[in-house]
C-alpha cells in the first residue's frame, strides 16, 4: 500500500498475513537472488522487496533510493538495485531497496 508521511513524501507501507510456509511463526521461504541463496520473508501486503545491502554487488545499484516504511513503524531510506531472484512466488527481474 502506498501513502505520504503527511509532508507530502512517497513512502512504501509494508505489512503481512499468514502465508503458508512458517519458521518459528514467520512466512520463510527459500530462493534466490543474484544467483545466491537467500530466506525471504513473505509479505503479501507488501509492494517492493527488501534486500540485504551485502547480497547486492555495487554495480546492481540504480542511484536512486526508496523510503519504506517497515513493520514496526520506522521509516528508512534505501538504495534502489536491479536485481534477478528466484523465489516460490516470483521469478525475474525486480527493483529492489
Known amino acids: ?3 505520504t508521511t503527511g ?6 507501507n509494508a505489512s503481512g498475513r499468514n502465508p503458508p510456509f512458517l519458521f518459528k511463526g ?6 534466490r537472488v543474484i544467483g545466491k ?5 513473505r509479505d503479501t501486503g507488501s509492494d517492493t522487496a527488501i ?4 547480497m547486492v ?3 546492481c545499484l ?6 519504506v516504511v517497515l513493520f514496526e513503524g520506522s521509516v528508512q531510506e534505501l538504495p534502489g538495485a536491479k536485481i534477478r531472484v528466484h523465489t516460490p512466488y516470483l521469478v525475474g527481474e525486480i527493483i529492489a531497496a
Open 62 to 67: 540504480t542511484g536512486m533510493t526508496r523510503r
Open 57 to 59: 554487488d555495487d554495480d
Open 51 to 54: 534486500v540485504r545491502r551485502g
Open 26 to 31: 514467520m512466512p520463510v521461504v527459500p530462493g
Open 7 to 12: 509532508r507530502g513524501s512517497n513512502y512504501i
Open 1 to 3: 500500500m502506498s501513502g
Open 37 to 41: 541463496f537467500a530466506s525471504g520473508l
